[in-house]
């Protein structure tokens, strides 16, 4: 387990832009492969982007991709999530997550994840 904190969240137009933080405090966190995923209300936490734990491998989904960047500093213990184009349909809480394993985020299921954050909310008008 790691103790991770998001930040970053806020109100937006459509078509602005957020950059949420994730920050561990602890020396291995770099030792973590970090996942963001969202959560809107009513409706299941699903996944947003992952990084690897050396940064050199991204994911993304669909609903992001092209609009999303996913970046990591080992030496500051944080990892970011730039989100451009905004549109309502990303309104939510943004979780960011931590595991040891360095396999695919894709296909895995949120119970399947120990670390998680508290969230952050990002809500976007119109």
């Known amino acids: 387990q790691v103790q991770l904190v998001e930040s970053g969240g806020g109100l937006v137009q459509t078509g602005g832009s957020l950059r949420l933080s994730c920050v561990s405090s602890g020396r291995t966190f770099i030792i973590y492969s970090v996942g963001w995923f969202r959560q809107a209300p009513g409706k299941e936490r699903e996944f947003v982007a992952a990084i690897s734990r050396s940064g050199d491998s991204t994911s993304y989904s669909n609903s992001v991709k092209g609009r999303f960047t996913i970046s990591r500093d080992n030496a500051k213990n944080t990892v970011d999530l730039q989100m451009n184009s905004l549109k309502p349909e990303d309104t939510g809480v943004y979780y960011c997550?931590?595991?040891?394993?360095?396999?695919?985020?894709?296909?895995?299921?949120?119970?399947?994840?120990?670390?998680w954050g508290q969230g952050t909310q990002v809500t976007v008008s119109s």
């Open positions: 997550a931590a595991r040891l394993s360095g396999s695919s985020w894709l296909g895995l299921t949120p119970s399947e994840i120990r670390s």
